[in-house]
């Protein structure tokens, strides 16, 4: 079977030592071997030289919520995700995919959101009086889940960058990421090429990011000649004296931080959220899970697992809490995804996103 954007190399390259076995969240949870990266490796191999053409492979390749550990942990330099998207989109350019993919992929390309909703992407914005400036530098890319079900994070977000003179899009849509992810690549190239069209006619020359997935596929899948993609973090801490004018001041909380894997191990960004949290609560008050930054354990939503195989995910989620040290009282994070996610875990202590711990600081 044809995966024209597998590296082949890569597929050989795998030694099955095994390491990749013990950060698996999937095999964590399971103990199966066909859900860890070496046995998925392996799997993927056989579809490629065309000795196993059932559906079988599914349950394998499409429990890697392509969170990235397996990279880090790899001694012989292997990139299990790319390995992973490229075999979900060799089995769809065949005409194999699960019900949950095509469900997907028909949600994203009827409403451009992976949500179904019909409504407006900036319905968060009526009501709230933020003004929308013209010809602005940086525009803020909202994101499905904040624009549609965590439209508090999205109005906090944007009550702050608005102060700096930070835009919209006029028709923003889906990044693509859920597409890319699943193995449609002809669909989110669709969606890719219109959402260049609007920042390029925004004239813009730096993209905010509100999730960690559009931020990663933003920043790795766009072809945006030159134009800075960053996380509203990363924004806020090179912009931190307009943060403090605003009235960013201290809190007396203990908060303890999860990195999402797609801002985090997949393109570096752990010191800037930590900055903002030790401008408002102290560096002391920062109490680190037990996996923190390019080993940060995956929360379960990524990679189309949350759809297509909800306990799995949830168990995952609850494994991270796990982490989660003994007397704080936020857990915060920088990914509506990862948020929904902890959230739906069911665990004690709240929740949030940066935004809002920011915006508690600067309303108190």
């Known amino acids: 079977m044809a995966f024209e954007s597998v590296d082949k190399r890569d597929l050989y390259r795998c030694v099955s030592c095994g390491n990749c ?47 990235g550990y397996c990279t880090v942990a790899c001694p012989a330099g292997v990139h299990p995700p790319d390995l992973v998207e490229g075999a979900r989109g060799g089995l769809v350019a065949a005409g194999k995919m699960t019900p949950t993919q095509m469900k997907i992929r028909d949600t994203v390309t009827k409403y451009a959101n992976t949500l179904g909703d019909s409504g407006s992407r900036c319905g968060w914005l009526e009501g709230t009086g933020l003004a929308v400036p013209e010809n602005p530098k940086a525009v803020y890319f909202v994101g499905c889940l904040d624009a549609y079900r965590y439209p508090e994070t999205a109005v906090n977000t944007y009550t702050i960058l608005s102060k700096m003179g930070v835009g919209l899009l006029e028709d923003e849509n889906c990044c693509a990421s859920p597409l890319l992810r699943l193995g449609f690549v002809n669909e989110a190239n669709d969606l890719m090429k219109h959402n260049i069209e609007q920042i390029k006619k925004s004239g813009a020359d730096t993209i905010i990011a509100g999730c960690a997935g559009c931020y990663n596929t933003l920043k790795n899948n766009y072809d945006l000649d ?139």
Do not use: W
């Open 21 to 67: 076995r013990s950060v698996c969240p999937a095999f964590e949870q399971t103990g199966r071997e066909s859900k860890n990266t070496r046995g998925r490796i392996l799997v993927i191999r056989d579809i490629y030289e065309g000795n196993l053409t059932d559906d079988s492979v599914f349950d394998s390749i499409n429990t890697c919520t392509t969170c």
């Open 226 to 364: 030159g134009i800075k993609v960053v996380t509203v973090s990363e924004y806020l801490v090179s912009h931190l004296e307009d943060l403090k004018k605003a009235g960013l001041g201290k809190l007396d909380l203990k908060i303890t931080y999860h990195d999402p894997c797609h801002s985090g191990r997949h393109n570096n960004v752990f010191d800037e959220p930590r900055e903002l949290i030790y401008e408002i609560v102290g560096k002391d008050n920062l109490i680190e899970m037990k996996t923190i930054r390019e080993k940060s354990r995956c929360c379960g939503g990524g990679g189309g697992v949350r759809s297509g195989f909800n306990d799995l995910s949830l168990a995952m989620a609850k494994r991270r809490l796990e982490d989660v040290p003994s007397g704080v009282d936020y857990i915060v994070t920088t990914c509506p995804l990862c948020l929904r996610n902890l959230r739906d875990a069911g665990g004690d202590i709240p929740v949030i996103d940066l935004v809002e711990l920011i915006r508690m600081s600067i309303e108190k």
